[in-house]
Every structure is written in C-alpha cells, then in structure tokens.
C-alpha cells in the first residue's frame, strides 16, 4: 500500500515541515486503517520518515527494509538524489533493469543477487504485502 504525504501528489493540506511530523502523518494513517504491526518497505525520502516511524512506535514495525536512503546527517546523504539520477541513466544506457543498480551492489554477490530477484518477479514470484512509503 502506498499513501502520500499531507500536501503531495492528490492529498490536500499543508506538507509537513519535518521528517517527525512526516512519520506522525504516517503512524495516524496506518493506524486509521485499524494496523497494529506493519512490515515497511521504504525508498528514499520514506526512508528517512520510517526510521523516525519505527524509533517512535517499534512496537508498530515487524520488518523494516530501507533503500535508497541513509540516516539522518549520514555521511553523503546529500548524495543520495545524483546517485539515483545516475543509476537511473546507467540502467537506460545499458538496458538494463535499474534495480540491477538501485538495490544491489554491483560486485559478483550483488549480481547474483540481481539476476535471481529480477528472474523471480518476471516468472511471477510471490509478493509480499508491505506498506510503501515515497
């Protein structure tokens, strides 16, 4: 499931000024939806608003996967948005499927590890429910 923030995308209101007050908007839509334990997958920005989600409410998350993200004045965090754009470009150039270069390392295991999720999901392979935060 996936939700937009108070502001973005077809949500109304004001866009919340922190990532706290981003995870409180979240913690108040999960739990509207009667969830008392959720699993997370998180990329990028929702990244950063579900580690503050889970270090106010750990009871909430039962598995949390974060990618594309880092935490909160990590070192070259700043980075995060020109690494994507360019991992981006690089699967277009390569014609490759950009998770090959989003979610992996791009070493021996990494590529194992690529080839085998991207076989998975075209041969239809089970799907997890996850919350999605964007």
């Known amino acids: ?13 004001q866009v919340p000024d922190s990532i706290e007050a981003m995870a409180d908007d979240a913690y108040t839509f999960i739990t509207a939806l009667g969830f008392d334990k959720i699993d997370v997958f998180s990329f990028s920005l929702g990244g950063f608003i579900a580690q503050a989600l889970v270090v106010k409410h750990p009871e909430l998350v039962r598995k949390l996967v974060l990618t594309g993200t880092g935490p909160k004045g990590g070192k070259d965090i700043d980075k995060v948005a020109a690494i994507t754009y360019w991992d981006m470009l690089r699967a277009t150039l390569t014609r490759s499927d950009p998770k090959e270069f989003l979610f992996f390392n ?29």
């Open 1 to 13: 499931m996936a939700f937009d923030q108070r502001g973005v995308g077809a949500s109304t209101g």
């Open 106 to 134: 791009r070493n021996t295991t990494g590529k194992l590890a690529t080839s085998t999720a991207v076989t998975r999901r075209a041969s239809g392979g089970k799907t997890v429910s996850a919350l999605l935060m964007r």
